[in-house]
């Protein structure tokens, strides 16, 4: 399977373009991290691609490397940046987003178990946890979008009403 087709399968089928509904003056949250979401899709593919290839393990340890890398970044700024807005601005949304978070939790936990198996050299291990965590991650991804895409929405319509 080539990296463009890796790609594809690591990527949230379910998210949508974004934009139609947002102004040139402000982007959505969902954007933002929609964005973020497809730059770790590609990291992912890449990575996976490298497994694929069979590569010797010093390339599969940098491509995992940049990967985790990708991935603690991005799962740290959802925790530490997002998240904590979002739940202040809409406390019914608490449950979903704490949620969330907790799943964050098991990536991280997943990234170590596949790092420790890298070092252990067992690559055919290292190939189905890390599609096991990328196929995990796409669907967390699409969960994730869909309910900000519902925080936006309401966000909007707030900002669209009419002040009383």
């Known amino acids: 399977m080539g990296r463009a087709a890796l790609a594809q399968g690591c990527r949230a089928s379910s998210a949508e373009e974004v934009g139609s509904n947002v102004t040139s003056e402000r982007r959505s949250i969902e954007e933002l991290i929609s964005t973020e979401h497809r730059r770790v899709d590609s990291v992912f593919a890449e990575a996976l691609a490298v497994l ?7 390339v599969v340890r940098d491509a995992f ?30 449950g979903p987003l704490a949620a969330i978070a907790a799943a964050h939790d098991v990536f991280r936990a997943r990234l170590m178990e596949i790092a420790a198996r ?4 067992a690559l055919d291990a290292v190939r189905d946890g890390l599609q096991s965590l990328c196929d995990t991650f796409v669907a967390h991804e699409a969960a994730e979008e869909r309910l900000l895409r519902q925080i936006d929405l309401e966000l909007q319509a707030e900002v669209r009403a009419p002040a009383r």
């Not at 694929?52 to 010093?58: A, D, F, S, V, W």
């Not at 940049?66 to 904590?84: A, I, K, N, S, V």
């Open 52 to 58: 694929q290839e069979g590569e010797e393990p010093r």
């Open 65 to 94: 490397a940049r990967l985790r890398e990708q991935l603690e970044t991005h799962l740290g700024l959802e925790d530490r940046l997002y998240y904590p807005a979002l739940r202040a601005l809409r406390p019914a949304h608490r």
């Open 118 to 121: 890298i070092e252990q050299g």
